[in-house]
């Protein structure tokens, strides 16, 4: 039995687009998908997450089947490229969330929280609002309410994309050792061949609908020429 | 926001003379009447008279307030859990047809349901019981007052629901959030912002309202300031005592509104994406099946009185009707008034806005800067206040001069109307204006956009469906308007609600419904005007 | 954004083009209520067959009511372009010659004849109707006798009546339980009270309810039902007669000081009480004639109640009181 995640001749139609994704992705490992815009790379990670579901087939994360499963009864995490916090609330708040989402909160789980933001390099701005951070810290405070959830799998739908380049490599590498701690699945969708390199394991290339091809990064680099891949 | 000096000032210079031209057109007429040498003195006005029907406004205002807000809340949140549903375009739609009804023509189509041979006390009778339920009263009153106001706090509610970050339905969901979480961390935040604007609209227009009160009132004890207003003009015609009346109806109510704007609200500094909301909470059986009864229930409130009026109207001659010289001149009139009206408050508010949106923009906010952008605020809000036969009777002295007043009176009622509708009217630009202006600030400035260029290749396409939304809002609004024409009435000047009036005060009632029921159908072609093209949000 | 705001106001502007002024040489311009010259008033008739014989323009200026137009003529004052106000009523009168705004007709009133003896040199009168208590025959078999048994009556069966602070039958009724309890009225008014269904802010509001089948009685005029049985040919709705006597509302005209041609005017005041005119009114403004007709009344007028006592308070006491009577009224209406 696959640890990871197993999508089944999974079939899928959007308006006139069909897709059909047939791949197991790795356990503990950071897979990247790849790809041209409008190929489907959001939609696989939707149907993944459970903001879509297929017309036939199975998904299977961690072992059990998911197919039919509602969004939050999946073991998923999930980081967008924008809006992850509620701007209304603090980050303390948007943080705790992940424990409770009806902030229920033990004074353990308020030390997990304070101690997730350490771990992300927002100790002390808890109280802070989201409005009052840059945007590398937002993407910080969701990865610090990932961190929290403790579930087995990580989606992330270009979460750097409207950060500029240096925040990038350091949001890479706090995504690199988080992943190293928690040895948790990461998928993450980019446009970025430089950011496959820093953080992927393996890289999923979709291509109209489908999966194109399924490598090693070392694979993926050797194979695909400079300027046509991912972009 | 990113401006040129010459282009804050441009603003700037836009919005003074808007809160001007409202002041000063405000302020002449209360002046002129105020300097109208009378023969009465407002020696009564304090009387216990005074103070039992203020008591009355307040505690009537306050409850219907309450009442519309506390159920349009769950039908807001239904609706915005439910983004697509065959009809539910229509139904947003019929939420704005309430608005432009005649208070009398929606008060009887109450009765047709709500009052003593109305269905509801019909099938009370079917199932045994003999007493019927009385609405007169300030049960009537409660009950036309949220007839015509929870429609409108939907609305608003609902636009301020789906400004939401398509994201944050999805977090939630993502979060395992139940309902009861996703209310309190992502739909009451959201709704808190715009309920104390949405509430002091409605207690303005509760507070102000006349023929409801008194059809449904069931008796002098349900009077409000307007009312007392209006005899002291129309009846007793003592114009010390209407103004000082209308002060006290303008402090009174003002001082309750600008309560509910104390109440603290955060400001909005999230921007929407743009990204289609779907939404994965709340989708257990029992989630539907709430929603589907919540929306049902709002459907029937405003759909069934609409039906009543509906059904009596079809039992006019609908054809002889339209096809009438008169209503065709009342219909001519009208629409060219509520054209005129809507323009006009369309125009005054973009110019307010953004002179708002210049202050809020400077580096350092003066004072003087800081009052202007209230006074601005205020103004806007608060005209609605200043009862319209003030203003009429106020603008007839002044230009009485000056010529046949008859000549006049289409523009006054125009402006008196745009008035009215200014406060509704901002509540639908102001957003979508400010929204537009985060968007498009840098990179017009940028590249050196300013002027006409930026407005036409950059404002008009975005700012043309919410402005054509407030358009039809201030239209219908215009369109079921009857105060402000009673006091000029002349041949040449007859609208639609005059006609229904008119045809009504001849006995026709029949032909009185067949009008009623041919202004509903004018203002549904409006809304659906001002909603064309609408999926995603801005509906208000 | 000024340069749309001006675009904007000039596309408004030009909405209103077709609102433009109309100039005559021999113009007589008449200030009265809406109703009267809607195309099922008795305003076009009139003036159709007036202007046949004056080769002069009769132009209507319709204001709500009668109350709008005295107070429209008391914002115009001397300047009011008004050669005519006609629509006053009875208890109105005393106020309109406070403001010395009209002259004395000079109208030959000798065949007018009105209940209650009214007469006056400066308001001619052109119609009446007695305020009657309408009822629907279909839900109330045994309608009240007298006021007595309106006031007395079961509470059960509602009645709705229109509001004396912004309506003239409110007034009306004020005045005819003045009339017929004296300083008794406020005891009356209390027990009335129950009975109210709900009080309108005009005679619209009130009759709509009544013919909406919402409420069995209204306060109305003993002319109404024959509204009912010529245009509509049902004797549904009939006026109860109350053996105390009716309380009267004489319509009246009168001629303004500044009138532009006083004798076009007084031409027009008696051609109003013209067999001619008069055979125009009932039919249309649904009141009785003050004065000969040249055809009978249709047969529906033969039908309606005929008050046996005409009721009529002076114009100046109703002046003097009606305020004080008003918040009489108030009180005990308000009271729980």
Redesign the interface.
């Known amino acids: 039995m696959h640890d990871g995640i197993v999508l089944d001749q999974v079939e899928l139609t959007l308006g006139t687009a069909g897709f059909l994704f047939d791949c197991g992705i790795e356990s503990g490992a950071i897979t990247a998908i790849a790809g041209p815009s409008g190929a489907g790379k959001s939609t696989l990670l939707n149907l993944i997450a459970g903001f879509e579901q297929p017309r036939s087939g199975r998904l299977v994360i961690a072992g059990s089947e998911h197919t039919r499963r509602h969004p939050a009864e999946r073991p998923i995490s999930l980081v967008f490229q924008d809006h992850n916090l509620f701007a209304h609330l603090d980050i303390f708040t948007n943080v705790a969330l992940g424990v409770s989402p009806s902030m229920r909160l033990t004074a353990a789980d308020r030390a997990n929280v304070d101690d997730a933001l350490t771990r992300v390099g927002l100790g002390g701005f808890g109280r802070r609002m989201p409005g009052s951070l840059s945007g590398g810290e937002r993407q910080r405070a969701a990865f610090a309410r990932a961190l929290v959830r403790r579930r087995p799998v990580l989606l992330l739908d270009e979460p750097f994309a409207s950060l500029d380049p240096d925040l990038r490599v350091q949001m890479a590498k706090l995504l690199v050792d988080l992943h190293q701690e928690t040895g948790n699945t990461v998928v993450i969708v980019t446009h970025d061949r430089d950011e496959i390199r820093r953080v992927a394991d393996r890289v999923l290339v979709v291509e109209q609908g489908r999966i194109a091809r399924h490598l090693r990064k070392a694979e993926f680099f050797d194979r695909t020429e400079p300027s046509a891949a991912g972009m | 926001m990113v401006q040129t000096i010459a282009e804050r000032r441009?603003?700037l210079?836009?919005g003074i003379a808007a809160l001007l031209a409202v002041a000063l057109f405000v302020g002449t007429a209360v002046a002129t009447l105020l300097l109208w040498d009378g023969d009465q003195s407002a020696s009564r006005l304090f009387s216990a008279?005074t103070w039992?029907i203020l008591q009355f406004t307040l505690w009537q205002a306050t409850l219907s307030t309450l009442l519309s807000v506390l159920f349009a809340i769950p039908v807001a949140l239904s609706l915005t859990r439910r983004p697509e549903f065959p009809g539910r375009v229509w139904i947003v739609r019929l939420m704005a047809l309430p608005m432009g009804l005649p208070a009398?023509v929606g008060?009887?189509g109450l009765?047709?349901i709500w009052?003593?041979?109305?269905i509801v006390n019909g099938g009370l009778a079917a199932i045994g019981l003999e007493q019927p339920v009385?609405i007169?009263g300030l049960t009537?009153i409660l009950l036309a007052h949220t007839f015509f106001n929870i429609p409108l706090a939907v609305r608003l509610l609902l636009a301020a629901l789906e400004r939401q970050?398509?994201?944050?339905w999805?977090?939630?969901?993502?979060?395992?959030?139940?309902p009861?979480?996703v209310f309190?961390?992502?739909e009451w935040?959201?709704l808190r912002r715009v309920i104390p604007g949405v509430a002091g609209l409605i207690f303005m227009l509760c507070a102000t309202s006349?023929?409801l009160v008194?059809?449904?009132?069931?008796?002098?004890?349900a009077t409000t300031l307007e009312?007392a207003i209006?005899?002291a003009?129309?009846?007793?015609?003592d114009p010390p005592r209407a103004i000082a009346l209308a002060f006290l109806q303008i402090a009174l109510t003002g001082a309750i509104i600008g309560l509910i704007a104390l109440l603290p609200a955060?400001t909005d500094?999230?921007r929407a994406?743009g990204r289609k909301i779907?939404r994965?909470?709340g989708?257990t059986a029992n989630t539907r099946l709430w929603d589907a009864a919540i929306v049902a229930a709002a459907v029937f409130f405003i759909a069934a009185p609409l039906a009543s009026v509906l059904a009596?109207g079809l039992r006019a001659d609908l054809v002889k009707l339209v096809t009438?010289s008169?209503f065709l001149r009342a219909a001519?009139?009208s629409l060219?008034i509520a054209?005129?009206a809507g323009?006009?408050a369309?125009?005054?508010s973009?110019?307010i806005v953004?002179a708002r949106q210049a202050i809020a923009a400077l580096p350092a906010r003066s004072r003087p800067m800081r009052l202007l952008s209230t006074s601005l605020a205020g103004t806007s809000s608060l005209v609605l206040l200043v009862p319209p036969v003030v203003l009429g009777?106020g603008w007839?002295?002044v230009l009485?001069?000056f010529g046949?007043?008859?000549?006049f009176a289409?523009?006054l009622v125009?402006l008196i109307n745009a008035l009215m509708a200014l406060p509704f009217v901002m509540r639908v630009l102001e957003p979508a204006l400010d929204e537009h202006t985060r968007q498009i600030s840098r990179l017009a400035a940028s590249l050196g956009m300013t002027?006409?260029p930026k407005?036409r290749l950059v404002d008009l396409p975005v700012l043309l469906r919410p402005m054509l939304t407030a358009l039809s809002f201030a239209m219908a609004l215009s369109l079921g308007d009857l105060g402000a024409v009673?006091?000029?009435?002349?041949?040449?000047?007859i609208t639609l609600p005059?006609l229904v009036?008119?045809?009504?005060?001849?006995?026709?009632?029949n032909d009185?419904d067949g009008l009623a029921l041919i202004l509903g159908f004018v203002c549904l072609a409006l809304t659906i005007l001002g909603t064309a093209g609408d999926k995603e949000n801005e509906n208000a | 954004m000024r340069g749309i705001s001006t675009f904007l106001l000039a596309a408004a502007a030009a909405a209103f083009a077709p609102f433009a002024a109309e100039a005559q040489d021999k113009t007589l311009t008449v200030y009265t209520y809406e109703s009267f010259i809607s195309d099922w008033g008795p305003g076009p008739k009139i003036k159709a067959e007036f202007e046949k014989t004056c080769a002069c323009t009769v132009n209507f200026v319709g204001v709500a009511d009668g109350v709008a137009l005295l107070t429209r003529l008391k914002l115009e004052g001397a300047g009011t372009k008004a050669d005519i106000a006609l629509g006053l009523d009875t208890s109105l009168i005393s106020e309109a010659k406070a403001t010395g705004l009209f002259q004395h007709a000079g109208v030959d009133t000798g065949m007018v004849e009105v209940p209650g003896g009214y007469s006056d040199d400066t308001f001619i009168p052109y119609d009446y109707g007695h305020f009657a208590v309408v009822y629907d025959t279909e839900t109330i078999k045994n309608p009240p006798k007298s006021l007595k048994d309106l006031v007395e009556g079961d509470a059960s069966q509602k009645i709705v009546i229109e509001d004396p602070r912004t309506s003239t039958p409110g007034l009306g009724l004020l005045l005819w339980m003045k009339s017929v309890y004296g300083d008794k009225a406020p005891e009356a008014w209390s027990k009335l009270k129950d009975r109210v269904l709900t009080v309108t802010p005009g005679w619209s509001e009130a009759y709509g309810l009544f013919t909406k089948g919402e409420v069995p009685m209204v306060l109305s005029y003993t002319t109404s039902p024959a509204y009912h049985m010529v245009e509509e040919k049902s004797d549904r709705y009939q006026a109860a007669s109350f053996s105390e006597g009716h309380y009267v509302q004489i319509e009246v005209a009168g001629i303004l000081k500044d009138a532009r041609d006083p004798d076009l005017a007084k031409s027009f005041l008696t051609f109003l009480i013209s067999p001619q005119a008069q055979d125009i009114i009932p039919t249309t403004n649904w009141m009785m004639p003050v004065a000969a007709t040249t055809n009978p009344l249709p047969d529906a007028f033969g039908k309606l109640i005929q008050p046996k006592k005409t009721l009529l308070l002076g114009s100046d006491e109703v002046a003097k009181n009606r305020q004080a009577w008003i918040d009489e009224w108030l009180t005990a209406m308000s009271r729980n």
């Open positions: 441009r603003s210079g836009a008279y039992r009398l008060a009887l009765v047709g009052g003593r041979q109305g009385s007169y009537g970050p398509a994201e944050y999805l977090l939630s969901a993502g979060l395992g959030m139940r009861l979480s309190r961390f992502v935040p959201a006349f023929t008194l059809v449904l009132g069931g008796g002098p004890a009312v209006y005899q003009l129309r009846f007793d015609f955060a500094t999230v994406a779907r994965f909470d989708q009596a009438g008169l001519a009139t060219s054209i005129a323009m006009i369309v125009s005054a973009l110019a953004s009777t007839f002295l009485r001069p046949d007043v008859g000549l289409p523009y125009a002027g006409w407005w009673a006091l000029f009435g002349s041949s040449d000047l005059w009036y008119s045809t009504l005060s001849s006995y026709r009632t009185a």
